[in-house]
């Protein structure tokens, strides 16, 4: 005795397993996108201590005013400026670096500079920090690289 083959509809899934399949796909899909956010919340927070702690470089071409006879290797204490806003709070905009050693006279090179710490005012959550004033700088054979001689804090209101 032979029996017929089955055809694709033929069998019926009871409604009580459907809805229980489709319950465990929506846990597991909550689950990957609540995971997915823990870790993105902490990626954030990370890339914001990284930052504070000038381990994140932001590159940018600005006037270093200095004297000419800065040798490569030479490490030289630095005065950043910013471009203020209409309130006269700190943009994230540099103006340039004040490299001054003694009496000599300076001039301005538009070079480009590595900064080791934080430009941005704000922080990726959307906190005020401050932006360090006092860089120590390095020059290079193809630009400089400069770290905050106090690394940056957030403002407090």
Known sequence: M???PETPGSTYEPLSQTL????????RAA??????GIVLAF?????DQLDLNGYI???RTVDVYMSNDWLVGENRECSLTEYPDANG???GRVLGLM????????????VSVTFKG???PKGVSGDERSIPDEWTCTRGSDGFTCSPVTPAKPSTP
Do not use: I, Q, S
Not at 31 to 36: C, I, N, P, R, T
């Open 99 to 110: 490299c001054p050693v003694e009496d000599r006279k300076l001039e301005p090179h538009n």
């Open 2 to 4: 032979t029996t017929a």
């Open 20 to 27: 229980l399949r489709m319950f465990k796909w929506l846990v």
């Open 118 to 120: 934080v430009l941005d």
């Open 89 to 91: 709070k700190p943009t």
């Open 31 to 36: 689950a990957w996108l609540f995971g997915v």
């Open 43 to 47: 990626a954030l927070a990370g890339y």
């Open 57 to 59: 470089h932001h590159d």
